[in-house]
């Protein structure tokens, strides 16, 4: 019975963390993360590397959503395909380098950091300046780039996020307009989705504690029951991102981080 509702809920997690993966260009790991912990206690999945398996899993059901998010950004002209080219290198250097420290991190210390972080996050965004507030804003040159594409994408593999909660709000503070942001934040998540994924399932391969049907930290049930769906979700959450306020976004985006920081604080330490 607990297996059937597990089978059930993941696809439910790949609807919400779809939309979320169009609409902000965040990957959905930010709904996939506590998401799949809530669906793992419940359903008796029993591993001391419970964070480690949902990020590891949300970097992997974020390839194929990332992509589908990115083709319909691509097909409105939304992406900055400069950017991206410019900030890959940096991006894949600093998820491989992420992923390999979350294996040496407990569980618990992960949903803390992670909770901490969506929590600035939010705060930041609702003190941002608004859309052309600034117009002076720029991109820092090369070497400034790579040292934050870097670390954006450490933090992002660490957390199995897809750095919009990041790349959005830095974006948007270089002067690029908001859903150009997205766009392109959605395009840039794809090379941390898919070296994420990767080096999570190598380095859970060395692990002996982890539940059946795993690859590595990559929990195969979840993650065929989030992929399916999250494909189809995120063409419809790019095509909402084109059509709703700027201002509206940025709202709805602080407000969404700051209830799943406050979720993850409380999971972490009285769950």
């Not at 395909?81 to 894949?92: A, D, E, H, K, Q």
């Not at 407990?106 to 939010?122: C, I, N, P, R, Y």
């Not at 059946?212 to 959450?237: D, E, F, K, R, W």
Request: proline content about 5%; charged content about 10%; hydrophobic content about 55%.
């Amino acid at each position: 019975m607990l297996e059937l509702m597990g089978l059930l809920l993941y696809p439910l997690i790949g609807v919400f963390s779809g939309l979320l993966a169009g609409l902000l260009g965040v990957g959905g790991g930010i709904v996939m993360v506590p998401s799949l912990l809530l669906v793992f206690h419940l359903n008796d999945v029993d591993s001391p590397a419970l964070m480690q398996i949902a990020v590891g899993t949300s970097l992997g059901a974020m390839v194929l959503s990332s992509l589908s998010s990115v083709r319909a950004h691509h097909q409105r002209g939304a992406v900055d395909w400069s950017l991206f080219r410019r900030m890959t290198p940096g991006i894949v250097l600093g998820t491989v380098l992420g992923s390999v420290l979350a294996d040496r991190i407990d569980s618990q210390s992960l949903q803390g950091v992670f909770a901490v972080f969506l929590l600035l996050t939010s705060i930041h965004m609702l003190r941002a300046p608004r859309q052309n507030q600034d117009p002076g804003g720029s991109l820092p040159g090369w070497k400034g780039l790579s040292a934050i594409a870097t670390l954006v994408g450490a933090l992002s593999a660490l957390l199995g996020i897809g750095g919009g909660s990041m790349n959005v709000p830095f974006l948007s503070h270089c002067g690029i307009e908001t859903r150009r942001a997205i766009a392109s934040a959605a395009a840039i998540g794809l090379p941390i989705a898919l070296f994420g994924a990767a080096t999570f399932a190598a380095t859970g391969t060395l692990r002996t504690d982890l539940p059946a049907y795993s690859i590595g930290y990559l929990y195969l049930p979840a993650l065929l029951g989030i992929t399916v769906v999250a494909i189809l979700t995120a063409p419809l959450g790019a095509r909402l991102a084109h059509s709703w306020p700027t201002a509206r976004l940025k709202r709805a985006f602080s407000a969404f981080l700051f209830i799943v920081a406050l979720h993850m604080g409380y999971s972490a330490y009285f769950i």
